[in-house]
């Protein structure tokens, strides 16, 4: 599975940004799907994920309330809208995919068997 994240951007605080993250090579239906970031000098934290069906959807503490993890698995991509930026939301953001039994404590480690290359939200005050 090759992955593809997109529409990062720089935003001014208050605004809005939506990544994807396009799949190829295999289908997402299956697939439980995250977002993480890494923000200038510290570690990749996880954001959000979304389970294979997308009936579950589950958000760290920091991005809840403005950021909705969706998926489009006709369409391979998986979505982040990101509300009511601010400074710390400035990271490089990735997705991640993992094909097995969706595990949420897991899944908030990172341990995703595939990542796409990032994409770079800048988020100025």
């Known amino acids: 599975v090759q992955l593809q994240a997109s529409g990062g951007g720089s935003v001014q605080a208050g605004g809005s940004l939506r990544l994807s993250c396009v799949a190829s090579?295999?289908?997402?239906?299956?697939?439980?799907m995250g977002w993480f970031r890494r923000a200038p000098g510290k570690e990749r934290e996880f954001v959000a994920a979304?389970?294979?069906?997308?009936?579950?959807?589950y958000y760290a503490d920091s991005v809840k309330g403005r950021f909705t993890i969706s998926r489009d698995n006709a369409k391979n991509t998986v979505y982040l809208q990101m509300n009511s930026l601010n400074s710390e939301d400035t990271a490089v953001y990735y997705c991640?995919?993992?094909?097995?039994?969706?595990?949420?404590?897991?899944?908030?480690?990172?341990?995703?068997?595939?990542w796409g290359k990032g994409t770079l939200v800048t988020v100025s005050s």
């Open positions: 090579g295999r289908t997402l239906s299956r697939y439980g």
């Open positions: 991640a995919a993992d094909p097995g039994a969706f595990n949420l404590r897991v899944v908030k480690t990172g341990r995703m068997d595939y």
């Open positions: 979304i389970t294979w069906s997308g009936g579950n959807t």
